[in-house]
Nanobody, 126 residues
């Protein structure tokens, strides 16, 4: 079974930006809704945002709304999570996940997603 691959994590100062990538060749073969999730030590994995297979619809958690943006380039095998104005509370392991054959919707419910990446660590600290 394939899995998407995240990249782009690292250590960044508060207020700075970081862009994460989620890549899989499978994304060009069908309509996948993609979700981004994060998990801090000792906490539940939570939904950050998602994008529909058509890329026309996105949803964001209240905690990141206005700071994070999810997008994909047409025909590309990569979905991005642009994170601006980062805060220490954004520190977590970030995961992307995919659902096949979902065109108009996406979800922040992790139970909906079938394919998961291994995650990339984001640390926001001065």
């Amino acid at each position: 079974q394939w899995q998407p691959v995240e990249s782009g994590g690292g250590l960044v100062q508060p207020g700075r930006s970081l862009r994460l990538s989620c890549a899989a060749s499978e994304f060009t073969k069908g309509s996948y809704a993609i979700g981004w999730f994060r998990q801090a030590p000792g906490k539940e994995r939570e939904g950050v945002g998602c994008i529909s297979g058509s890329s026309r619809n996105t949803i964001y958690a209240n905690s990141v709304k206005g700071r994070f943006t999810i997008f994909r380039e047409n025909g590309a095998n990569t979905v991005y999570l642009q994170m601006n104005s980062l805060k220490p509370e954004d520190t977590a392991a970030y995961y992307c996940a995919a659902i096949p054959s979902v065109y108009t919707l996406c979800f922040l419910d992790r139970a909906r997603y079938r394919y998961w990446g291994q995650g990339t660590q984001v640390t926001v600290s001065s």
